[in-house]
């Protein structure tokens, strides 16, 4: 059975993982995506060590990594027909506009905002 990221349909992707003190909870993250700390590190851009330790958990860079992540999941999450496409989308397709990068690879080269406009572009009925 796939994960529901929120309990409430009305909340969000990424605000489904925050946790009391307003943090994203990467473990919570990494568990929903059923990855391994590892392999959310991976996907993320981070080192392994950023994601296992608690005092880096919280780090701006951290933070701002997996919410960007999670945030590009968020907006292909529909169209590419659940959790687990939304991901395998993030991870290995092609985006011809961007020099055929994934938004992983974009992500990772601290380019999420060229993925956004990407996004932006195809929502207002753009050309890929």
Do not use: C
Request: charged share 25%; net charge neutral; proline share 5%.
């Amino acid at each position: 059975m796939p994960f529901k990221f929120a309990p409430d349909p009305t909340a969000g992707l990424v605000m489904s993982f925050f946790d009391n003190r307003g943090i994203i909870d990467v473990d919570r993250v990494a568990d929903a995506f059923r990855m391994t700390k590892g392999q959310l590190a991976e996907t993320a851009g981070l080192g392994t060590a950023t994601i296992s330790k608690s005092d880096r958990k919280t780090s701006p860079r951290t933070q701002a990594r997996v919410t960007e992540m999670l945030e590009i999941i968020q907006r292909v999450l529909d169209w590419a027909g659940g959790e687990a496409q939304a991901m395998a989308w993030y991870r290995s397709q092609p985006i011809p506009a961007l020099d055929g990068r994934t938004a992983e690879a974009l992500v990772k080269s601290g380019q999420a905002g060229a993925v956004r406009d990407y996004l932006d572009h195809m929502a207002l009925g753009g050309f890929a």
